[in-house]
């Protein structure tokens, strides 16, 4: 049996779950890959902190150059996280011809271009399917599988904390608050939520998902951002009237020749396939003008599910020829440029939740602001009863409108006497273009 | 840009599809294979035959020699179907260093092992993601993502004609032989219908699927097989009253150390994904012990779909070394010898549906004699209306019981004199172990 050497950068959730799998399953492993996989050295920022796993004393270093001088080490895993020095330390390995495995979402979406052409100059391996969606194999379904196929469009649930509220909210009738509250005790929510329930992990995860199906660098600025954080179990009960789920999608798709790219809370039909995708659970659901509709649903989090698909990308290296840096990377952000829309471009259908004193006449005067700007409506739901204050709610669905008339007539309407709070703004996706 | 030679044997349904394919998207092929493709070949067996697509005439070719004996092919696309002379035509293919690429899962799961060898022999790349579920990776995905697993059973609705019969039969209400033709109307099933409704096509994929995620041969006369020609609205109606929906579902697990595979009509909570798979659409849901459940959807069939997984193929073969036949097979087949299990070994939870004349203590008599076969009941239904003939149903839900038990019961209630007729039994599944 042929012998391999690895090193790990980083031994925290990631590290761990790759180091449980290699041990665990070490002789599927061997048999499929035809390596004995040896981890040679691992990473730490402090040896003495408790870990969850056992680890040999001796292969523990808090030296980076244990790592790069080491020249029988082929293939080096960063799971260590953040933009430096993970950045650096990726550069300086490629370097000295190892190959590469990160789950690194924020390092590839933002700064990844050094490290793609890096890995191209020097014929390394540069794998990172971990980044994406955990354990789900999106990376190489649209990089290996769907190569035949135009890509249309994909829509995303990529982060499973807000999925994991937004289930809460919609199936418990929990609020916002007490949801992130039970996703931070489940360990699913970090201590500052940020990252994830403003969707800065979904649009980094929508950038580089984005510029791999349609072959061209994605700016992750450039990717319009919503959060889930004004949502309130009162939109999820409006949504259930009109038989939708709301979720928080990370869109990609075609518009007047330029892409339309989006994070942001969505009202979806029931009977679609993501508005069941619950929990922590990912999915993403993909057109190709060939296959048609597909979805990849799974653990899009969590130790041993992103550890699987690390090790997935090392048992790739090693297929290949491990000993050799000659491999021929099929350079896919550049093989077309493609302008990224505006969202003001944008058009969609939307749900509107206004709180205003009930009065006679102020429907009339909505509607005449909306109907000012072209904003059409399908159905209007005005709230019987009033609250202490005299104010009731009325619910607005409108047809296809554009971006800029809503926010233009959005504003005016928050100028209209009788009309106290735009309460909510959600986008309608129907899946029909 | 170089070019590139390759031939098609066959041009039906697939066939179309992959010529459509390699058209539409020449450019986008050419820009991630690096390769011009030219269909330099195709071998129909009727050269008048009116065709969907327009070929060049000169390239069409009755006699397979003008394909076996031209050097400058470097890739043979079987997808003429059946055993021979399919079989012989790619084993003489590989023979002269052609790489394969084929949509034939009847053939891959009754004599695979022969060109599985051949091509191992002759280090040519014999692909075959076309041969289960259409457009869903689910081959490359068990094949080249999952590497890092154990897998530990799977679930599949991988023929879309049987799950199109039973959308309809559930969400429309329709009985077996309208939805059928129905089925037939919409070109999704057969003018003889049997190799899907009789489950003998998902039979096929069960075996090429366990093969590769158990790493085992896998005899397909060892899946037990069973089709949905039995189910009958009324069992939907009762699946329905518990929650429930019926699918036809290819099933592999462990079950005492030993492989449990089998393809049958089975009941699963309708909050599981798989229940939510509709129309002609497949789905295959995972486990593996590092990813945990996966699942993928897409369409299991159709001229594009299928084609998509083709032509994906062939680009994989030319992002390798088409030019050199060293192609190095990790032989998947024979990693693991598993032993299968025979479906007498099997436990399930079952419906059982029970046509009885209306006197008093048959429920009695019933429950004594499955009690005698240790089969416990969760729940039974006896319907109030009798039909004309003094006649009424009567529907169990068993507890976990062994097949073999369930079997001997049933024997002896039917030789029960109140028993009319045994009408169903469906095994049900809760994904619980």
């Known amino acids: 049996m042929k012998k391999v050497k690895i090193a790990l950068m980083g031994l925290g959730n990631v590290g761990t779950g790759v180091w449980m799998i290699l041990d665990s399953n070490k002789k599927e492993i061997m048999k499929r890959s035809g390596y004995d996989v040896e981890v040679a050295k691992i990473l730490v920022r402090n040896k003495d902190k408790k870990r969850d796993v056992e680890v040999p004393e001796e292969i523990i270093t808090t030296d980076f150059n244990d790592i790069l001088e080491d020249d029988s080490i082929k293939i080096v895993i960063e799971v260590m996280g953040g933009i430096e020095p993970a950045k650096e330390y990726m550069l300086k390995c490629m370097d000295r011809n190892k190959h590469i495995v990160t789950a690194n979402k924020m390092l590839i979406a933002t700064e990844g271009d050094e490290l ?26 649209i990089e290996e599988s769907l190569t035949a196929n135009k890509i249309e469009e994909f829509y995303g649930i990529v982060n499973g904390t807000t999925n994991y509220i937004l289930s809460k909210m919609q199936l418990e009738r929990l609020n916002f608050d007490v949801a992130l509250k039970q996703a931070q005790d489940m360990g699913y929510a970090e201590a500052d939520p940020t990252s994830d329930i403003e969707g800065f992990d979904a649009q980094y995860k929508l950038a580089i998902l984005s510029s791999l199906a349609f072959g061209t660098k994605v700016d992750v600025n450039n990717v319009y951002r919503e959060g889930i954080t004004k949502i309130e179990s ?9 038989d939708m789920v709301i979720k928080l999608l990370a869109i990609a798709k075609e518009s007047n020749g330029k892409l339309e790219l989006k994070v942001q809370p969505t009202m979806i039909p029931k009977e679609h396939p993501l508005a069941n995708v619950y929990d922590s659970f990912n999915a993403i659901f993909i057109k190709g003008n060939a296959v048609g509709d597909l979805m990849f649903y799974g653990r899009g989090a969590g130790s041993l599910p992103t550890g699987s698909a690390v090790v997935g990308d090392i048992v790739a290296i090693l297929r290949s020829n491990v000993d050799v840096a000659n491999y021929s990377h099929i350079a896919q952000n550049d093989l077309w440029h493609r302008e990224i829309q505006n969202i003001s471009e944008s058009h969609s259908k939307f749900y509107i939740r206004i709180t205003v004193i009930d009065q006679p006449g102020v429907l009339g005067e909505i509607t005449t602001i909306l ?43 928050m100028n209209l006497k009788p009309v106290i709070t735009i309460d909510n703004v959600i986008r309608i996706e129907d899946f029909k273009n």
Chains 1, 2 share one sequence.
């Open 371 to 413: 109907g000012k700007y072209n904003v059409s409506l399908r159905s209007v739901i005005q709230k019987g009863e009033e609250n202490s204050k005299g104010q009731v709610t009325i619910v607005l669905f409108t047809h296809k409108t554009s971006e800029a008339d809503v926010s233009s007539a959005i504003e005016e309407l």
């Open 234 to 242: 009162i939109d999820m009960k409006y949504a259930k009237k009109f």
């Open 116 to 141: 793609f052409e890096k890995a191209h100059d020097k014929g390394v391996v540069f794998n990172y399917e971990a980044s994406v969606a955990g354990g789900i194999p999106i990376i190489k379904g």
